[in-house]
Each structure stands twice: as structure tokens, then as C-alpha cells.
Nanobody
Framework: RLVESGGGLVQDGDSLKLSCEAFGRAFSTYTLGWFRQVPGKEREFVAGIGWSDGVTNATDSVKGRFTISRVNTKNRIYLQMNSLKPEDTAVYYC????????????????WGQGTQVTVSS
């Protein structure tokens, strides 16, 4: 089970830090990722981090602004979001899979319930 937290309402240019905690499995051996979704659109890959080497990947629109990190001993990953823009408004989901970081949501087996991030202009 994955549980996200840290979402909220912020203004253009503000920062937020999302957290995802994993329960019930040894998620330290899983690749973990963040996705986001707005109504009427497909779930979009934001960033991912490998379980063994910590190699990260992020979509171009957030590079330089968002940073993904993990603490395996705490079964947690984080998404530090800086310089937020209104177009970052979405429900953000945490996901897990076995294997390398993948950008397709269909490649992930486990999902959290999501946390809303709203950026006002």
C-alpha cells in the first residue's frame, strides 16, 4: 500500500514537498515513481527513481524544478517541487514497479490514492 501526503493549494512560484510512504512490502527493492493527472487527460509521468542505484528520470517540463528522492530505510519517497506553475495543478500519484524506471503508467503495479496539488496564478 502506498500513501501520499503533502499536497495543497499554493501560489505561482511557491514550493511543495510530496511524500509517499509504502506499507506492507519491501518497497526498498522497487522502482518508485510520481505521476500526475488532470481531469480528461491521461496519467502523466513526472519522475522516477530506481531502487538499487537511485538513478532518476524526470519529464522535461519539471526538470530543474522538481527533485525526486528516496529513503529506503523509511520506505519513503519524496517529490520536492519548486517554482510551481499553474500548469502543475493535478492529482499526484505515487506508484511502484519491479524493474527499471518506466514512463508508462501501465508499467506500474501499485498505486497510491493520490494527493491534490493546486497552483493558483
Amino acid at each position: 500500500r502506498l500513501v501520499e501526503s503533502g499536497g495543497g493549494l499554493v501560489q505561482d512560484g511557491d514550493s511543495l514537498k510530496l511524500s509517499c510512504e509504502a506499507f506492507g512490502r519491501a518497497f526498498s527493492t522497487y522502482t518508485l515513481g510520481w505521476f500526475r493527472q488532470v481531469p480528461g487527460k491521461e496519467r502523466e509521468f513526472v519522475a522516477g527513481i530506481g531502487w538499487s542505484d537511485g538513478v532518476t528520470n524526470a519529464t522535461d517540463s519539471v526538470k530543474g524544478r522538481f527533485t525526486i528522492s528516496r529513503v529506503n530505510t523509511k520506505n519513503r519517497i519524496y517529490l520536492q517541487m519548486n517554482s510551481l506553475k499553474p500548469e502543475d495543478t493535478a492529482v499526484y500519484y505515487c506508484a511502484a514497479r519491479v524493474g527499471l524506471v518506466a514512463t508508462s503508467p501501465r508499467a506500474y503495479n501499485y498505486w497510491g490514492q493520490g494527493t491534490q496539488v493546486t497552483v493558483s496564478s
